[in-house]
Every structure is written in structure tokens, then in C-alpha cells.
């Protein structure tokens, strides 16, 4: 099995910042690209940003700017959004992704988190 574990959402004020943190964990033999998507109320998910093994970075467009990507292969496969300049529209669930190989396997499949919720309100 392989999970992800989302971290860091909460209330913000327009303007403010947060960092969210995702964790990836299991039966892993290795990870390609991982990226956040988020998901608004009445919306379809979206993707924010995604960044591949080697760092490679995509953004959407709407978060171009204020938000950052980054992650950790050493040893835990987290994965990091930073995002700043918060605006109300970034209000909405946001979803941890991963392209994983798992151990004693030569398929790569993509797995979710459970999602955190981001609100930007005053």
C-alpha cells in the first residue's frame, strides 16, 4: 500500500501565507512527479503545480508568481507547496499527488492524499 498525508491547511487572510506539506509513504520503490491539485466548491479539480524527480516545474497560471514547489528525495518523498500572496480565490480543498513504482512492481500508478482544506478569508 502506499499513502499520502497531507499538512498545513488552515485560515488565512488575503495576503497571508501558507505551507503545505505532503508525505508520501508505503511500499515504495520509487517516485516520479508528485504535485498538489485543488478543487474549489462546484469546480473540477485543477492542477496548482507539479514537480517531476529531477526538479523539473509546472504551474498553473493563476498561481504563477506566488506559489513554489519543491521536494525531498532523500529518504521521506515530501513534497512542499508554498504558497504566498494568498488570495480568496486559492480558497478550496487541496490534494497531494504521486506517480509511484512500488516495491517488487515494474508498473508506476498515481496515488492521492485526502485532501486539506485552504480557506482565505478576512
Known amino acids: 500500500q502506499v499513502q499520502l498525508v497531507e499538512s498545513g491547511g488552515g485560515l488565512v487572510q488575503p495576503g497571508g501565507s501558507l505551507r503545505l506539506s505532503c508525505a508520501a509513504s508505503g511500499s515504495i520503490f520509487s517516485t516520479g512527479a508528485m504535485g498538489w491539485y485543488r478543487q474549489a466548491l462546484g469546480k473540477e479539480r485543477e492542477l496548482v503545480a507539479s514537480i517531476t524527480s529531477v526538479g523539473s516545474t509546472v504551474f498553473a497560471d493563476s498561481v504563477k508568481g506566488r506559489f513554489t514547489i519543491s521536494r525531498d528525495n532523500a529518504a521521506k518523498n515530501m513534497v512542499y507547496l508554498q504558497m504566498n500572496s494568498l488570495k480568496p480565490e486559492d480558497t478550496a480543498v487541496y490534494y497531494c499527488?504521486?506517480?509511484?513504482?512500488?516495491?517488487?512492481?515494474?508498473?508506476?500508478?498515481?496515488?492521492w492524499g485526502q485532501g486539506t482544506q485552504v480557506t482565505v478569508s478576512s
Open positions: 499527488n504521486a506517480l509511484v513504482r512500488r516495491t517488487n512492481s515494474s508498473t508506476w500508478h498515481y496515488y
